[in-house]
């Protein structure tokens, strides 16, 4: 056998060792950060839930806002086209279209924008 050759026994046993070294287990970035920051970490995740917690609320108080001067504009549009009607300036198929109009547009802005309808 030459030199650089090497038994079956030696190949088998370098295999096992391989197969030793792979085995171990590493600890992964996450649990070497718990364990060297654990305060830092507990307080990260204290104010990250408070994050979670917020930006729901957050989220449907600019959404009733925008909703609330939404409902206004399409009164006063309402408003201002009946008394238009009432004085005879338009005729009242043109309040009538509009306000069919108005209430397409209310279910899409429903549905789209609110997710309340359908």
């Known amino acids: 056998m030459k030199e650089d050759e090497e038994s079956p026994q030696e190949a088998e046993a370098r295999l096992d060792e391989e197969e030793k070294q792979v085995a171990v287990p590493r600890k992964g970035l996450a649990e070497l950060l718990v364990e060297k920051y654990p305060e830092q970490i507990g307080r990260a995740i204290e104010?990250?839930?408070?994050l979670i917690a917020w930006f729901?609320?957050?989220?449907?108080r600019s959404r009733f806002w925008i909703t609330?001067?939404?409902?206004?504009?399409?009164?006063?549009?309402?408003?201002?086209?009946?008394?238009?009607?009432?004085?005879?300036?338009?005729?009242?198929?043109?309040?009538?279209?509009?306000?069919?109009a108005l209430t397409g547009y209310i279910f899409a802005f429903l549905h789209k924008y609110l997710g309340l309808v359908g």
């Open 47 to 50: 104010n990250l839930s408070g």
């Open 68 to 100: 609330g001067i939404f409902v206004f504009l399409l009164l006063a549009l309402v408003v201002t086209l009946g008394v238009l009607t009432w004085q005879g300036k338009i005729g009242a198929e043109a309040l009538i279209f509009f306000t069919g």
């Open 56 to 60: 729901p609320r957050a989220q449907a």
